[in-house]
């Protein structure tokens, strides 16, 4: 049952490190940004997975801890993961692709809508490899009107 890594698998392990991030996030449309920083401690599992353990500060100033995995299915030809936050209960799923350069990952998940309770909406996370020290990560969600609203962005700087 072991399976070898493929290409899609080493690209994951440009994230592996140790990590600090800054960024700002706009929960509500009209409202002013919100700024939040935090590490990121992302590990291999097997040369398959990657498991990003986060711990950050809060626009409240509360502490978050945030759980992320990804992976390459060779079977789908997609990438897969999943992402948890002690801030709320929503299991994420992940279901993305890689750009044609390998610069950018693209990530789709659907979670609660965030100005209505019992709603849920498309949402897309989009990881940047800016450079070897350097990767962004910017969220979108869908928007009623159809439209992709961004909401949040965050510069990771690899600090080891």
């Known amino acids: 049952m072991k399976t070898e890594p493929q290409k899609e698998h080493f690209w994951l392990q440009k994230?592996?490190?140790?990590?600090?991030?800054?960024?700002?996030?706009?929960?509500?449309?009209?409202?002013p940004a919100e700024k939040f920083?935090?590490?990121?401690?992302?590990?291999?599992?097997?040369?398959?997975?990657?498991?990003?353990?986060?711990k950050g500060e809060m626009p409240d100033g509360d502490t978050a801890m945030m759980v992320m995995t990804l992976g390459?299915?060779?079977?789908?030809?997609?990438?897969?993961?999943?992402?948890?936050?002690?801030?709320?209960?929503?299991?994420?799923?992940?279901?993305g692709e890689l750009?044609?350069?390998e610069k950018?990952?693209?990530?789709?998940?659907?979670?609660?809508?965030?100005?209505?309770?019992?709603?849920?909406?498309?949402y897309r996370d989009v990881i940047e490899i800016v450079s070897d020290d350097h990767r962004t990560l910017n969220s979108h969600m869908l928007d009623d009107d159809g439209e992709w609203r961004p909401f949040m962005r965050a510069d990771y700087r690899r600090v080891q």
């Open 72 to 95: 390459f299915n060779p079977q789908t030809k997609r990438y897969v993961g999943t992402w948890i936050g002690s801030m709320m209960t929503h299991l994420w799923l992940y279901d």
């Open 15 to 31: 994230l592996i490190g140790e990590w600090a991030y800054e960024g700002e996030a706009t929960m509500e449309p009209g409202k």
């Open 37 to 54: 920083k935090g590490t990121e401690s992302v590990q291999s599992l097997g040369g398959l997975w990657i498991q990003a353990n986060g």
């Open 104 to 122: 950018v990952l693209t990530l789709n998940s659907e979670g609660p809508a965030m100005c209505t309770s019992d709603a849920m909406t498309k």
């Open 99 to 101: 750009d044609a350069a």
